[in-house]
Nanobody, 129 residues
């Protein structure tokens, strides 16, 4: 079955960096768009970044543009989220997700939670001020 496993979270001071990884198994990884979402305490889960199958299209939430970079290694079945210049408001549980059933139209990408069928267990990122 499809499994996604995040790693790389932790506690970091404001201005620091972390690199999250999401290892996928049980699917043809390079055939699907992948996304990173995050959920802060008491808030809804929000999209952080999406990456298309080849890694050539990577839209970001406005709050992380210029600071976060999503990438993927299809040979290693892994998607990454490099997070730089971290802020306390980046504190959240970060989830990776796979849009297994999403059929792109042109260069469209899945940006809604319901468009993702498989989710990891999440990894906590805490940024101290």
């Amino acid at each position: 079955q499809v499994q996604l496993a995040e790693s790389g979270g932790g506690l970091v001071q404001a201005g620091g960096s972390l690199r999250l990884s999401c290892a996928a198994s049980g699917l043809t990884f390079g055939s699907f768009a992948m996304g990173w979402f995050r959920q802060a305490p008491g808030k809804e889960r929000d999209l952080v970044a999406v990456i298309n199958r080849s890694g050539s299209i990577t839209p970001y939430a406005d709050s992380v543009k210029g600071r976060f970079t999503i990438s993927r290694d299809n040979a290693e079945n892994t998607v990454y989220l490099q997070m730089n210049s971290l802020k306390p408001e980046d504190t959240a549980v970060y989830y990776c997700a796979c849009a297994l059933d999403y059929v792109p139209v042109g260069s469209s990408l899945p940006i809604r939670q319901y468009q993702y069928q498989y989710w990891g267990q999440g990894t906590q990122v805490t940024v101290s001020s």
